[in-house]
């Protein structure tokens, strides 16, 4: 069974620009989650997905974030427009049900670098 | 709000020496605890869980007992090899409406050498 994957794998951008990130979870897993390592700090969650509803989005930063999962498969991560403080590595996680007993499965990260 | 306090590291060990990464959490309710590990390269896996208090998580030689008295879920190995050096995270999930929102911690490196 294939793992969560992302991709890029990493990406350097200039400020002012756009980047979009994508996760493909483990097939049958309706919950998806975003979280961010910026600067060697600790992980943040971003949002949650239920199939394709946003379940939490309390997380996300500020309106330059937008992100999609359409058809409640893959999901999307844009940045519009970058700026410095975006740089860190964007975790995908996914899981075949919400709570605590249910284990998130994580995919390697997109390491974002903004310049 | 939640939040998890982790060791700061980073620790650097000789092979089969005692590993000990502190955890502490704050938390409303009785949130799951858990430790992730993530290999250079490669992203975060599961190490341990543990979803009431006195439960004991263990796997790959590595344990971590959810004590409610200090609010504590400390990672131990009594004897640790090259191939466990790694980040560790510590993190933990209120549940409830959070829906398995993971709170972490900042993260601890251990380099073991031989």
């Known amino acids: 069974e294939a793992g969560v994957t992302q991709f890029p794998s990493h990406s350097v951008i200039e400020k002012g620009q756009t980047v979009t990130l994508r996760c493909d979870p483990i097939?049958?897993?309706?919950?998806l989650y975003w979280y961010r390592r910026v600067m060697g700090k600790e992980i943040k969650f971003l949002l949650h997905?239920?199939?394709?509803?946003?379940?939490?989005e309390s997380g996300m930063p500020n309106n330059r974030f937008l992100a999609e999962r359409t058809g409640g498969t893959y999901s999307t991560l844009k940045v519009q427009p970058a700026e410095l403080e975006d740089s860190g590595v964007y975790f995908c996680?996914?899981?075949?049900?919400?709570?605590?007993?249910?284990?998130?499965?994580f995919g390697p990260g997109t390491r974002l670098t903004v310049t | 709000g939640n939040s998890v306090t982790q060791m700061e590291g980073p620790v650097t060990l000789s092979e089969e020496a005692f590993l000990t990464i502190n955890c502490t959490y704050t938390?409303?309710?009785?949130?799951?605890l858990f430790w992730y590990v993530q290999y250079p390269g490669e992203g975060l896996q599961l190490l341990l869980k543990?979803?009431?208090?006195?439960d004991k998580g263990s796997n790959k030689g590595f344990e971590a007992t959810y004590r409610k008295e200090t609010t504590s879920f400390h990672l131990e190995k009594g004897s640790v090899q090259v191939s466990d050096s790694a980040v560790y995270f510590c993190?933990?999930?209120?549940?409830?409406?959070?829906?398995?929102?993971?709170?972490f911690g900042q993260g601890t490196i251990l380099t073991v050498h031989p």
């Open positions: 996680a996914s899981s075949q049900k919400p709570g605590g007993w249910y284990e998130q499965y």
């Open positions: 097939s049958g897993h309706d919950n």
């Open positions: 997905f239920v199939k394709e509803s946003k379940q939490d």
């Open positions: 938390a409303t309710g009785y949130p799951s």
């Open positions: 543990a979803t009431k208090a006195d």
């Open positions: 993190a933990g999930n209120a549940g409830g409406t959070s829906y398995g929102k993971l709170t």
